[in-house]
């Protein structure tokens, strides 16, 4: 090969590299959260984790049911369905979604469907994925719109699933001896229904410390959490014993879910925007 051949095979190389950099480096961020009530938000927004007109999620769309908002557009609307904000509260995903953008620069969609006092059990309103017209279908049904509508504009993505359930099902004992094979068949269900088989999945383990006269199955449930975690490929189970609990004895503090934001966006590698000049 001459010098001129040379050259120009070494200026492809380098041209390839950095077109493959550059798709790295818009690799969108999708975080999908479902589950009970600690998912959903139990901290008021004015003296919560963050203001909602903070800069840094500006960048944070949020999936409304039929299309993506702004994070400040869907906070100034709270009665929508399925809803990111519940009458102004707010969950662990706001100071997530912040990190997430600090460490990454990235663009991140929130795609959040999560309704307190509910169950995985097969009985009523549930996430059982074996109910008719149950939770877990209208979750699908708003998963599976948004990720298309991000496919539309996004090069690639990577999704990531975060479960945070098990209070109702620890207040039954039948329902917490069901619960293992339950979120099992929830979890490879999700994973199938959305095509990510081996999509990172996070189950947050309920509070150690909630009573266990009023949730007499406690014990059983925080076990069906470990042994499944334990069992599958990409599933994590997180811990928020050290999270602080309010004096209802079942939702976080603002501080708890400080703690667990922080904990859940340790966890995600950090990528920082390289902008090249054309």
Known sequence: ?????????????ISLSVDAQRCANREAQVFIIAGQSN????????????PITDNKLKSCKVWN?????????????NNQYPVYARNGYYSFNIQLLKNI???????????????????LYNDGRCWSSEAINSLYDSLMLNATSALAAISSVEDSYTARFYFYQGELDATNVTYANE?????????????????????NTYIMRIHNDMS?????????????????CAAKTNCTMITVDDCELSVDGAHLTTAGYTTLANRLSGLIPKKKLIIYKQ
């Open 39 to 50: 998912a959903n938000g139990a901290r008021d927004a004015v003296t919560g984790i963050l």
């Open 179 to 199: 619960y293992e094979t339950n979120i099992s068949k929830f979890i490879d269900s999700v994973r199938i229904n959305l095509g990510l088989p081996n999509m």
């Open 1 to 13: 090969m001459n010098s001129t051949g040379l050259i120009i095979s070494i200026c492809l190389l």
């Open 101 to 119: 953008y600090d460490s990454t620069q990235q663009n991140i969609y929130l795609i959040q469907f999560a309704i307190g006092g509910t169950k």
């Open 65 to 77: 049911g039929t299309s993506f908002e702004s994070l400040s557009a869907v906070a100034t609307n």
């Open 212 to 228: 266990s006269v009023s949730y007499p199955g406690l014990s059983t449930v925080r076990a069906a959490q470990a042994n499944v």
